[in-house]
């Protein structure tokens, strides 16, 4: 890992789960996500000392395990170390298997404890609620971004740059990936056009391969994708299907990969589509014979 700039103060630290790091002329430094694992951690902690820089806070977009999982250890690393997160997401990282009961609807077995779903919990030492958020002497600000997850926040730097976490993926991601996972689809389609009137110069998804210079071909890009798939589940339900037939039959089709953490990443997102299908008249639903169908209308 090394430490990559963008503008001014701004940085970051590329991965499976990009980090930001905003820096100070006397070595202090903010971090923005930190990533899945304890190996992560460590790099991290190695590009730092290697920066000679020491984070004093630690911004969270959002409580996935991909985001945190490296949390506990910088915490270790860096005593006085600050976490923070967004309200509606300090529950998920205090409690990490919360997020798996509700992917799954109980207690998980354990093919689905997997780093990527489930990281070791940690406190979330403040709280950050959308608007301006004074750090280091500077102003940042966080945004309101759900639809990935409902307590979503996304960072503006003082240089111009938006760390959005998943709030919006790189076009990429939606190519390996093409059904965007949302827990929220209206929610998400909100948040894509309150982005576009937002005033940066550059753009960091946590998964993107590379800084943006064009954030409005990603809104689009995005905007875009959600649409299709909305579409193409609405014509998939020309017949009635359950949700695990529609998520097989579209599987298939998109050739959207699927394990065992992936097929209930991928359920639960069919199941965030439908809803937003049906509460817009353009799905119902009947249950026969302990099987709850749904179609078009």
Avoid at 92 to 120: N, Q, T
Avoid at 210 to 228: H, K, L, M, S, Y
């Amino acid at each position: 890992m090394q430490l990559k700039k963008i503008n001014g103060h701004t940085y970051y630290i590329p991965g499976a789960t990009n980090t930001g790091v905003y820096t100070t002329k006397n070595g202090s430094c903010l971090l923005i996500d930190s990533g899945i694992n304890n190996t992560v951690a460590r790099k991290i902690r190695d590009t730092l000392v290697a920066g000679n820089l020491k984070p004093k806070y630690l911004l969270t977009t959002h409580g996935h395990a991909d985001h945190f999982g490296a949390h506990h250890l910088l915490q270790q690393f860096y005593p006085g170390l600050q976490i923070l997160a967004s309200p509606g997401e300090k529950p998920f990282m205090a409690d990490s298997l919360l997020g798996l009961k509700a992917l799954y609807g109980a207690i998980p077995f354990a093919e689905i404890k997997v780093p990527l779903l489930y990281a070791r919990s940690v406190t979330v030492d403040a709280d950050i609620d959308p608007g301006p958020l004074k750090l280091l002497d500077q102003r940042f600000q966080a945004v309101a971004t759900p639809g990935h997850s409902a307590g979503h926040l996304a960072f503006l730097t003082p240089d111009g740059v938006l760390f959005s976490g998943d709030a919006v993926y790189h076009p990429a991601i939606l190519a390996k990936y093409p059904l965007p996972f949302l827990q929220d689809v209206g929610a998400g389609l909100t948040t894509l056009a309150s982005l576009a009137d937002l005033e940066i110069k550059y753009l960091l998804p946590a998964h993107s391969p590379e800084v943006i210079t064009d954030p409005g071909a990603v809104w689009a890009e995005n905007r875009r994708r959600v649409n299709a798939c909305l579409e193409k589940i609405a014509t998939l339900l020309a017949r009635p299907l359950t949700r695990e037939e529609l998520l097989a039959e579209l599987a298939r089709q998109e050739g959207i990969p699927l394990d065992m953490p992936q097929y209930f990443l991928n359920l639960a997102c069919i199941s965030a589509f439908i809803s937003y299908l049906k509460d817009h008249g353009r799905l119902a639903c009947a249950l026969e014979n302990g099987r709850l169908y749904f179609f078009a209308t």
